[in-house]
């Protein structure tokens, strides 16, 4: 007796995720915050995340739409349409963490929303309370920008095996 050889494929819809962080050093803060009326902004050099361009624009004293005592700040992509999320934290010398946001929501960044960010990021006592060692603010800006998801066309079964886990495990492979 013969027997039938099964011919199986699959396919396999799977994204990439590119992570990277830039850290924004203000040193000099108490000077720089005086220095700074509300609605002006302090910009971050330009740096790269997933073949993008980014980079923070921070006020010290707010925007002009922020409630008072509180402190904004936005990414911005350089150009192009990409979609991503982001965390910023603010942190001492000594790492200690001050403050942290996260986008809520993956965030499609284009030509017409080219930045998203925090108005009341965070209040300016909490900066002002003496906790910063030598008067120096770090913004950690961590960037995930996620790339188009692709179509896999699966032709060997042990890899998708390897993608499924434990689900393939009373699956026999030759």
């Not at 099964?6 to 040193?27: D, K, R, Y």
């Not at 965070?122 to 910063?132: A, M, P, W, Y």
């Not at 993608?163 to 492979?173: C, D, H, P, Q, V």
């Amino acid at each position: 007796m013969v027997s039938a050889v099964e011919n199986v494929t699959a396919s396999m819809i799977t994204v990439e995720e590119v992570t990277g962080s830039h850290l924004f050093i203000i040193e000099k803060y108490s000077t720089i915050q005086k220095l700074h009326a509300k609605g002006e902004s302090l910009e971050s050099a330009t740096f790269d995340v997933g073949g993008y361009g980014w980079y923070l624009r921070y006020y010290p004293n707010g925007d002009k739409n922020t409630k008072a005592g509180h402190t904004s700040i936005y990414l911005h992509l350089v150009r192009g349409n990409v979609t991503a999320y982001f965390t910023v934290t603010v942190v001492d010398k000594n790492g200690k963490e001050l403050c942290k946001s996260r986008s809520s929501e993956i965030i499609k960044f284009s030509f017409w929303l080219y930045n998203w960010g925090f108005p009341s990021f965070v209040r300016k006592s909490v900066l002002e309370s003496g906790d910063l060692k030598d008067d120096c603010v770090i913004i950690k800006c961590t960037v995930t920008v996620v790339k188009k998801p692709r179509l896999e066309i699966c032709r060997d079964l042990r890899r998708l095996g390897d993608a499924l886990g434990n689900i393939w495990s009373n699956i026999k492979f030759s």
